[in-house]
């Protein structure tokens, strides 16, 4: 006989679920996806021709042509005590993530490494389009909150040590001392150069795949005028804006900050809209490396 008092199963946590796995062989895809593009990079361009790509990879690069050691073996060995420090230190969840990728990146390396034909061309060549396989692969990683380890775990780590440094700039300084050291083991300072555009080109298209067209301004806007500006604003741009309480420090006068984020393109026309109100308006414009919402990913405006 039914229960009468029983009640339905919510399908909430079945969703939940559902969600779940399909975040996670995202995921998987993307990791896979992005080691091999990454071992693309590694085995055709960078190794065969003496660059060394900076960070853990570029000190494996290194020990393969010194030793002959497998570059994705020595990459996952030199990982194992910072991935443990990481764990300690930075955190569960992301050392997890940078654990599989880490694994996952070092084995494909070593494995196509048995049968994918080295490119002996131009060195520029070299740079160029293993920076571009190399950006796209750790990229698509990235894009998952996972790292390949190395150079962003060291920085994490002495970012704790030094919290006043930009981890970019920790980061910068990490991949600055395995390339110095690669002109040293190559006995050739171009090689160093090189690896200097593969570095630039990959973390540049790495930003466009992470961030893409969303990158914007943030500007905040200090006037007399904040009603007439934002309502300018709002008709002419057709951009939203936030009317911020405020008080100066000096005058102790009461108003209202305008806070906007536009595109990189509509600054020029935002500034021009500001000073036709008001000559005497005080703007601060700041980068944004995302703006997510309405008017911009994730939102209805295109």
């Not at 293993?130 to 990229?139: D, F, I, K, R, S």
């Not at 050739?188 to 630039?200: D, H, R």
């Not at 298209?205 to 961030?211: A, G, H």
Request: aromatic content about 8%; hydrophobic content about 50%; charged content about 15%.
């Amino acid at each position: 006989m039914r229960n009468k008092s029983a009640k339905p199963l919510s399908a909430a946590p079945v969703q939940s679920r559902q969600r779940n796995v399909r975040r996670y062989l995202t995921d998987a895809l993307f990791i896979l996806l992005g080691s091999l593009g990454y071992s693309l990079s590694v085995n055709v361009f960078t190794a065969p021709n003496h660059i060394a790509p900076g960070g853990v990879t570029g000190v494996a690069t290194l020990v393969n042509y010194l030793t002959g050691a497998p570059i994705g073996t020595t990459i996952l060995l030199i990982n194992l005590p910072l991935l443990a420090a990481a764990w300690r230190f930075i955190g569960h969840a992301y050392t997890l993530k940078t654990s599989v990728a880490t694994v996952v990146v070092s084995v494909i390396i070593d494995v196509s490494a048995l049968f994918l034909p080295p490119f002996h061309g131009d060195t520029m060549l070299v740079a160029v389009f293993g920076g571009v396989l190399a950006g796209a692969g750790l990229g698509l990683i990235y894009m998952r909150g996972a790292t390949t380890g190395g150079s962003e775990v060291v920085a994490g780590l002495l970012e704790r040590r030094f919290p006043h440094i930009p981890i970019g700039r920790l980061i910068l300084l990490v991949d600055a001392v395995v390339v110095a050291a690669s002109a040293a083991v190559y006995k050739n300072l171009e090689s160093a150069l090189y690896a200097m555009i593969l570095i630039f080109v990959s973390s540049s298209l790495m930003d466009v795949l992470i961030y893409g067209k969303n990158k914007g301004k943030m500007l905040l806007i200090m006037t007399r005028k904040e009603r007439e500006i934002a309502d300018d604003i709002l008709q002419r741009l057709q951009r939203g804006v936030t009317m911020l309480n405020a008080t100066g420090a000096y005058t102790g006068d009461a108003r209202q900050v305008l806070l906007c984020a536009v595109r990189p393109p509509e600054v020029y026309e935002l500034r021009t809209l500001v000073w036709d109100h008001d000559p005497d308006a005080f703007l601060v414009v700041t980068s944004t490396d995302e703006i997510l919402g309405e008017g911009f990913r994730g939102g209805n405006k295109p």
